[in-house]
Structures are given as structure tokens and as C-alpha cells.
């Protein structure tokens, strides 16, 4: 049987799991990809947003052909309260080198394009079949079990998302994942004709949006809002800490329907047609929470690894996805010269991740999710910067104050000490 | 604020294929309130129902397969949580 098993069966047809294939299909290696959903990217979703720069590295010029919806070009992070929001606005040209670009995207048109890409370099590709158990052999996984069929390989690469059921049944995977290291995201996308959308928020043609927004729309819990310009829709969302979920006094939906209500949000919206509705947990607790990546036979990569980053400014996990699919087939490919597709064989995955920015990234930012955990930062900070915004520009006939008395009053209701303790350990922290 | 979101119409936009044969999740007979109102709380599709009567109600017909309920109380209340079958389930036309 060994002479017909595949190099590498890819289980998860997302960025990771397609990205490993392409290079993998590239070497000329007879790999095979499984995913449960009709077409690749089915089951996936994103915020919205694919630092450019871990693709364009294996395709080079990639956005020309690939679907992305916008260049982001304007950058906006708000302070929100129910009733307020305070932003600041970032807006640039493209940049002078496509590593540094990023885009909007929608993973169901996205993730087909790249599959299509490591389909025509040869890799083959089955959907809509559920992997259901791993072959083990000795102690070594050895193949697939999907639809009563067994396939084997000598690597079984697991991509199958941050719920990894089959990183659970090997153990690798924490059984259960701490609620405290996960978030639930939730988006709507909303159509709104081109023009219109442009005109709302001042971009041209190709332009696009990428907006934050802290405290309010998470209901003070970590996480947050965000907002993505596509070509013509608006990605629309907000991502809520678990770790404390019980505590809310609003459920996740209704938080949602609250941002969309927010006077902020509301007239970007207006008119538009909801068009899907959709949600996702995200790995939020960084390098903290890496389960084990390398066993005989096996290697786990992507969201089922955990690679994901959250510093508030900036989140990042598809570009982590697309570097950690890419040494997870490297590492295969190097352990094909040698035949050893044990965990010794597969080591240079590790290395790989180790040199590369994925793990020192991580690394340099392992303390961000700790100091994600304060809920000043989503309750107290917010309000504080919106209440100094109103003390500011209300005039209403009462004898004024001098700006310097104004803010300090408002720092004070915070507490000197909370401000000089929370701006070391977020200096520190990112 | 805003009035009561009803998620229902937001999943009527979605595109389904129930697996009618096959739950892949199951909640425990009896389950524990606390753990229950967690999920009522932060499930995205409002899955689970707590009626006027004081009976619970969950229906997986609508599940977004975003791990949520799997994460909080899949070793409490959840009999079962699994994917579904190949083929069903949510999909996703944007993501």
C-alpha cells in the first residue's frame, strides 16, 4: 500500500492548507488536499483584511490576477462609547513596494483562487468529504480516514482550523481550548452600490478602508470593532473576548445589532442589503497557546496552530497562515530526502518558523494578550478620550475651564496611577 | 441602542444545506443553567433559547460552525460537537 500513498494529505482547503499544497504541488510532490465544505474557502471568513507580504513572496505580483476587493490605503482606529466615537485618520498612497500592501478580501472568492493556483501546479483536491479520523501505525499517523475510505501519506498536514478536532484526537490540541485565549468574531456584509461606497468614504477607485473601533462595540470585554471596504460591500463586525463572556449584560447578536445602530456606523450603512451573515472563533492568546506542531508523521499549521495575532492596531492571521503552510511544506519536502517523515525527520518545520517573522513575531509580542485582558482598555480608555472630546467642544455659556484643567479632570477620574501603569505595560506589551 | 436583534432574519440570508439526518451537535439532557446561559449569551446564530415556559430549546439547523459553544461548554452541556458531514452544513458565498 505504501508505494500509492501520497507525500502529504492536506486536511483544510483554507490559506494554510492551500499555500502548502501550491509549494508542495511546485517540488513536484503528489500531494492531496481534503476539504468538508463544497469549495475551498466554503467555511471560512475573514474580518477582512491580507498583509500582502507572505504571498507575494511565493507569487510574486499575486493581486493582478488574484480576486482581492480593495487596496487599503486609509487607516482609521476609533474610540467608541454608545453614543460617541473619537477617530483617528491615516491616509496614504499606495506603497512604494507591493510587500508593504495590503488588501480587503472575502474568503470564499479568495481561497478558490488560490486552490485553483496549487490545483495547476498539480495538487489534487476533494471537497465536500469530512476527514473523521487519523490512520495511526505504530504510534505514527500514516493516512486519513474520511467517508469510510483510507488514504495514506507519509505527512498528514493538519489545516483544519482552530477548531482542530483531529489535533484534539491526537492530542497535540488542548482538548479545550481556554476561553480565555479565544474570541468569537462576527460580520455582516453589506452591499452597497460602488459609488456610493466610494463617495461615503472618500476613496477612489481601487482604494480601500480598514477600520478599528475599541470599546462600545464589544460592550467594554476585550475585542472590538472593525470595518473593511470590499469592492462593493462592507465588511462589518466586531470580535469579543470569551474569557469573560458570562459577565456581558448584551448577547453577541444583539452587540452586533447595537454597532450597526451605533451614530457612527449608522449613515455608512444606510441602504445597504445585508447579504451574509457570518462567525468565527480566533485564536487570541498569541504564542501562549501554541499547541504541540510536529508529531511522526504529522505537522499542524494555520488557525489550528494557533497563528494569530491581536495588538489591537493590527490583527494578523492570514499572513502568519500562508508562512506557516509554506515551511509546514518545506519541511516535508526536506524530509523527503532523507525518508524520515518522523517528528525528528520533520523538525525544520519548527526552524523554519523559528527564523521567519511568524514565531518572532510571536514572540515579540507575547505579552500583548495579557495586557488585551485589561478592560480599561475597552471601557475606561474610550470613554475617557471621548468625555476630554466633549469637554472640548461643547460651548454652552458656563464660564470656561482652561484645556490643561479639562483634560487632567478627566485623567484624574481614570487615576494618575492607572494611566502611568497601563502606558508602561502597553509600551512594553507592544 | 438599538431594538432586539432578531438573528433569525440575519440567518435567512445565509446559504444552508441542513444535514436533517445527522445533529452534530447535541446538548446533555438537563443541562446546567449557568453553562446554558453562556451560550445564550455568545452563540452568533442564538442557537439557544431559553421559552417564556422556562424550557430550553436548541436547534443546529442554523449553526455558523464557528466553535464558540465547543470552546465554552464543550466539556460540561455538549453531548456531541462535530463538524458536519462533508457537504453540509453553512456555506459560505463571501466569508
Known amino acids: ?430 | 441602542m438599538s431594538d432586539a436583534v432578531n438573528v433569525d432574519v440575519k440567518l435567512g440570508v445565509n446559504k444552508f444545506y441542513v444535514d436533517e439526518e445527522q445533529p452534530h451537535i447535541v446538548i446533555k439532557d438537563h443541562p446546567d443553567m449557568q453553562e446554558f446561559r453562556k451560550l445564550m449569551i455568545a452563540c452568533p446564530a442564538g442557537l439557544y433559547k431559553l421559552l417564556d415556559d422556562g424550557s430550553i430549546r436548541f436547534d443546529y439547523a442554523g449553526c455558523l460552525e464557528c466553535g464558540t459553544c465547543k470552546i465554552l461548554c464543550g466539556d460540561t452541556i455538549l453531548e456531541k460537537w462535530e463538524f458536519p458531514r462533508g457537504t453540509f452544513g453553512i456555506e459560505y458565498r463571501y466569508g
Open chain 1, 1 to 430: 500500500m505504501s508505494e500509492e500513498a501520497f507525500d502529504a494529505i492536506i486536511v483544510g482547503a483554507g490559506l494554510a492548507g492551500c499555500t502548502a499544497a501550491l509549494v508542495l504541488a511546485q517540488a513536484g510532490a503528489d500531494v492531496l488536499v481534503i476539504e468538508r465544505g463544497n469549495y475551498a474557502g466554503s467555511k471560512n471568513m475573514t474580518g477582512g483584511r491580507l498583509y500582502a507580504h507572505s504571498l507575494e513572496k511565493l507569487i510574486p505580483g499575486f493581486a493582478k490576477n488574484a480576486p482581492i476587493e480593495r487596496l487599503v490605503t486609509k487607516e482609521k482606529i476609533s474610540f467608541m462609547t454608545d453614543d460617541t466615537g473619537v477617530t483617528m485618520d491615516y491616509h496614504t498612497v499606495r506603497p512604494d513596494a507591493p510587500v508593504k500592501e495590503s488588501y480587503t478580501v472575502l474568503r470564499g472568492k479568495f481561497d478558490q483562487w488560490l486552490a485553483e493556483q496549487a490545483e495547476n501546479a498539480g495538487a489534487q483536491f476533494i471537497t465536500g468529504i469530512r476527514v473523521d479520523n487519523l490512520l495511526m501505525r505504530d504510534g505514527k499517523v500514516v493516512g486519513v480516514e474520511a467517508d469510510g475510505d483510507e488514504l495514506e501519506a507519509k505527512v498528514v498536514i493538519l489545516a483544519d482550523g482552530v477548531t482542530s478536532i483531529l489535533g484534539e484526537k491526537l492530542g497535540m490540541v488542548k482538548p479545550r481550548v481556554s476561553a480565555h485565549a479565544t474570541a468569537v468574531c462576527v460580520k455582516e456584509l453589506i452591499e452597497l452600490p460602488k459609488g456610493q461606497l466610494q463617495d461615503r468614504f472618500n476613496i477612489t477607485d481601487e482604494e480601500g478602508v480598514a477600520w478599528l473601533f475599541a470599546g462600545n462595540p464589544s460592550n467594554g470585554l476585550m475585542g472590538g470593532g472593525f470595518l473593511y471596504t470590499n469592492e462593493s460591500s462592507i465588511s462589518l463586525g466586531l470580535v469579543c473576548g470569551l474569557g469573560h463572556i458570562e459577565d456581558s449584560d448584551k448577547t453577541v447578536p444583539q452587540m452586533m445589532e447595537d454597532f450597526k445602530n451605533h451614530p457612527v456606523i449608522k449613515p455608512l450603512i444606510a441602504g445597504g442589503k445585508m447579504t451574509e451573515y457570518s462567525a468565527h472563533v480566533v485564536p487570541e492568546a498569541g504564542i501562549n497557546m501554541l499547541p504541540e506542531l510536529i508529531r511522526d508523521g504529522v505537522m499542524l499549521t494555520g488557525d489550528a496552530a494557533g497563528l494569530c495575532m491581536n495588538l489591537g492596531f493590527n490583527v494578523r492571521g492570514m499572513d502568519l497562515a500562508i508562512a506557516a503552510g509554506e515551511a509546514a511544506a518545506k519541511a516535508v519536502l526536506k524530509a523527503k530526502e532523507s525518508n524520515d517523515f518522523s517528528a525528528t525527520g520533520l523538525a525544520s518545520y519548527q526552524t523554519l518558523l523559528d527564523e521567519s517573522f511568524v514565531m518572532q513575531d510571536m514572540k515579540l509580542y507575547k505579552n500583548a494578550p495579557a495586557f488585551m485582558e485589561n478592560p480599561r482598555i475597552f471601557n475606561t480608555y474610550p470613554k475617557m478620550v471621548a468625555n476630554i472630546m466633549a469637554d472640548m467642544f461643547t460651548v454652552d455659556g458656563t464660564p470656561s475651564e482652561p484645556l490643561r484643567k479639562k483634560i487632567m479632570k478627566r485623567c484624574k477620574e481614570v487615576g494618575y496611577m492607572n494611566l502611568i501603569k497601563d502606558g508602561i505595560k502597553g509600551v512594553q506589551a507592544i
